[in-house]
């Protein structure tokens, strides 16, 4: 199996970022910056495609990626990763580990400890797979195209709705029948060197998505995912449970 990393980039002016994230395989840098311009060159022996375009909004970004990608298996990155040495090892290893794996979700190292840290493999459902993001994300391509998923480009920094993609794609995943597998293995390293390009708080807009993606996930149980964040996650939204669903439900909001 040959590993392929698809980063998602920003404003990259060289090819600096390559070393930076301790590119080990080939790579598509998809960058949104200030040009149009394709480059394709070989860097350490490794294929390296750089995709700059003018275009914004991170589903899109990752389409461009994901659509010209030849890699048996893919992960998708950010710009503020590092990977470990032994990642196309370790992400191999899995995948023949558990061969009937369509996608693979694995840990990041954190200097501060934000994200669900995977303590043994398991099957991911309907149950569990808000917990993951896309960075810590690998696909078998095939089965990735057999079954026609991309990313929603309406959903992630740069869009209307600031946050979702990654919970989308995931979902579109098990809806198509994907086995989806999370693996207590560290692929990679966050730098978060730089601040987010839409998490500004819990505030009224982060609510009001929040309801636009789960009725973009589901239009007969949104109103049910609504409520069961409202009650748990309270505490981190800063306000009552019930506000908090009347914010997420409000009609306003129900644009798909």
Excluded at 113 to 123: E, G, L
Excluded at 128 to 146: D, E, M
Excluded at 215 to 244: E, F, P, V
Aim: glycine share 6%; proline share 1%; aromatic share 12%.
């Amino acid at each position: 199996m040959n590993v392929q990393v698809l980063v998602a980039a920003m404003h990259q002016t060289d090819h600096a970022l390559l070393e930076k994230m301790n590119i080990q395989s080939s790579a598509i840098v998809a960058n949104q910056c200030d040009r149009n311009e394709i480059e394709d060159f070989v860097w350490n022996g490794h294929k390296i495609r750089y995709l700059n375009f003018t275009e914004r909004g991170v589903g899109l970004n990752r389409n461009n990626a994901l659509m010209r990608a030849d890699g048996e298996i893919c992960l998708f990155a950010d710009d503020d990763m590092v990977y470990v040495d032994s990642y196309t090892q370790i992400v191999t290893d899995a995948f023949k580990q558990y061969p009937d794996a369509d996608v693979m979700i694995f840990n990041l190292i954190e200097p501060i400890k934000t994200r669900y840290v995977i303590q043994k493999a398991r099957r991911v459902s309907y149950l569990n797979f808000l917990r993951y993001g896309t960075a810590r994300v690998a696909i078998k391509t095939k089965s990735i195209r057999n079954h026609g998923i991309y990313f929603n480009q309406c959903f992630g920094g740069g869009t209307e709705h600031c946050h979702g993609e990654d919970n989308l794609f995931l979902a579109e995943c098990l809806k198509k029948g994907l086995k989806i597998y999370a693996v207590p293995f560290f692929i990679a390293e966050l730098t978060e060197e730089r601040a987010s390009s839409w998490n500004t708080g819990y505030d009224e807009k982060y609510l009001r998505d929040q309801g636009v993606l789960y009725r973009t996930m589901s239009r007969r149980l949104w109103r049910l995912l609504c409520l069961q964040d409202a009650i748990r996650h309270c505490g981190k939204y800063g306000s009552s449970w019930l506000k908090i669903y009347r914010t997420m439900t409000r009609q306003k909001n129900r644009v798909f």
